[in-house]
């Protein structure tokens, strides 16, 4: 039921669809349904156990963007996690596993608060779904920043259209963060693409994903969506980004970005992304 290597735990649950998760960061790397793959990794992608790795599903805690007091998006998907639990089966079959990150030296270093966050997984027949709780074990109440940075693989990211956007205000980070309103029922990306939409609809569907399927995103708690691809406009900056790549992919993130989250001591902060291929 579970393949344990050192650094990466699999979830199977038959059918040839199973789910690779990376302790470095708890990356989901991998997500396979009737051994198709879903999510996007650089073929540059660096597992040294340093680097967050390029792809699949980073988690981006405490900070998003770049951060004064530690690397890009936070120390998240640089740490390595624990396993908190095995894959094991539910009673339907379906395969769930935990994880978790404890504040230690190395994070206080950067962000001086205690903290416990839990990473489930649940792998079903053509469903992912992955949940975050995150608990404040400070003697204070802290602020931060939580997003799944998901990338999906796609054949050609010009023939991509996502829902749920319209009308949305968004930061465009392409344009000196200006602030616009997001007009169109279906957004297309044919360009350097870098936008934090907030208060979004809680489903978006991205079309012409995998063998031109489409794919639904549900979210819960999480109230803000990020649309990115770098073109070749920043791909090409990337060392671990392949220039040719860009075509391939588009990250479509869930999560609270604009107004951060703000947790009292001995409260909890739940936020969960359900990716379903239609």
Aim: contains cysteine.
């Amino acid at each position: 039921m579970a393949a344990t290597a050192s650094s990466v735990v699999v979830l199977d649950r038959g059918n040839n669809t199973t789910c690779t998760i990376n302790l470095h960061g708890a990356t989901v790397v991998s997500w396979r349904v009737n051994n198709q793959e879903q999510l996007f990794v650089s073929k540059l992608a660096v597992f040294d156990g340093q680097k967050p790795i390029r792809g699949g599903i980073p988690i981006v805690f405490p900070h998003f963007g770049p951060w004064a007091y530690g690397p890009l998006h936070g120390f998240a998907m640089t740490c390595r996690w624990n396993v908190e639990k095995q894959p094991e089966p539910l009673d339907n079959g379906d395969i769930e596993a935990l994880f978790s990150l404890v504040d230690n030296s190395f994070t206080k270093q950067m962000w001086n608060y205690s903290f416990k966050l839990v990473l489930r997984v649940i792998l079903r027949e053509k469903e992912l779904q992955v949940s975050f709780n995150l608990y404040n074990s400070s003697l204070e109440p802290f602020q931060c920043n939580m997003l799944f940075h998901t990338y999906l693989k796609v054949p050609d990211v010009r023939k991509c259209n996502i829902s749920g956007l319209q009308g949305c205000m968004y930061v465009d980070k392409t344009k000196e963060n200006g602030v616009y309103q997001e007009p169109r029922e279906m957004v297309t990306v044919n360009h350097w693409t870098d936008r934090i939409y907030q208060n979004t609809q809680q489903e978006h569907v991205i079309s012409n994903v995998v063998s031109g399927r489409k794919m639904k995103m549900i979210k819960y708690n999480m109230p803000d969506t990020v649309v990115w691809n770098p073109w070749d406009v920043t791909s090409s900056s990337m060392s671990d980004f392949g220039e040719d790549e860009y075509p391939n992919m588009i990250c479509v993130e869930a999560g609270i970005v604009i107004t951060p989250i703000t947790l009292n001591p001995n409260n909890t902060y739940e936020g969960t992304i359900i990716l379903q291929v239609m």
